[in-house]
């Protein structure tokens, strides 16, 4: 029989030539569609954060950069903090910690320097902190489909086994033909929990190390405006 006339039985009796991952979910068992329901529910919540978290992480530090450039460069640093430090800005926060507890430090007759410059310190390095962990919320949920998802895929796989198994008792019939549709269901449910999971882990450890350096470089930022206001303490 030449290839032609096999295509032509294969169509003529509807048997499937590829893979179609609807039909896979529609003939799937209702446990294993919800799995593979709430899966890729996972998935496309994991890509939004993925895109936003993408945009949001570049916005914060081209600000933070623009903001520091400008600082720097300021001959009054509170008119430009005022001026420059409103909106979302990490590198501003630390600022206004910083200059916040100046002034509570040294608005009085007596001025404790080594204890000005500890709270100095302090007040940044918490900001810097907060900054961060304000960031790395949204990865949580990274990371946990990351970790969870291939398990919650194998548990719908487990599932459609077991029941291809019943209906193979049920029918008294142990061919390929009674078992594989519904163990290559099962296995789909696995596909879509990677589906979901690869993509999580990838996206948490890039941007788990950008959250890093961007702490880095706050964390830089408030070490050199500490020595300035050291200098100042001393020149004081």
């Known amino acids: 029989m030449s290839i032609f006339a096999t295509l032509a039985v294969t169509a003529s009796t509807g048997t499937p030539t590829h893979l179609d991952p609807i039909r896979l979910f529609l003939d799937a068992d209702i446990v294993v569609q919800a799995v593979m329901a709430g899966l890729l529910l996972a998935s496309i919540r994991v890509w939004t954060i993925i895109v936003s978290f993408s945009l949001k992480l570049g916005s914060v530090r081209r600000?933070?950069?623009?903001?520091?450039a400008g600082f720097w460069e300021a001959r009054d640093i509170d008119a430009f903090h005022k001026d420059s430090g409103r909106g979302d800005v990490a590198s501003a926060r630390v600022a206004g910690a910083g200059l916040a507890e100046w002034r509570r430090s040294t608005q009085g007759p007596k001025v404790d320097r080594e204890g000005t410059?500890?709270?100095?310190?302090?007040?940044?390095?918490?900001?810097?902190?907060?900054?961060?962990?304000?960031?790395?919320?949204?990865?949580?949920f990274l990371a946990t489909v990351g970790s969870v998802a291939p398990f919650v895929g194998l548990f719908g796989t487990v599932w459609g086994i077991m029941n291809s198994f019943f209906m193979i008792g049920q029918q008294q019939n142990s061919s390929l033909a009674v078992v594989a549709p519904g163990i290559s269901e099962a296995l789909f449910a696995t596909a879509i929990g990677l589906f979901a999971a690869i993509p999580a882990v990838i996206a948490y450890n890039r941007f788990s190390h950008r959250v890093n350096t961007l702490e880095a470089q706050l964390q830089r930022f408030a070490d050199r405006f500490h020595a300035t206001l050291s200098r100042e303490l001393d020149a004081g």
């Open 117 to 140: 410059r500890q709270r100095l310190a302090q007040a940044m390095e918490i900001t810097v902190a907060e900054e961060s962990d304000r960031l790395a919320q949204r990865l949580n």
């Open 63 to 68: 600000r933070s950069a623009a903001y520091e």
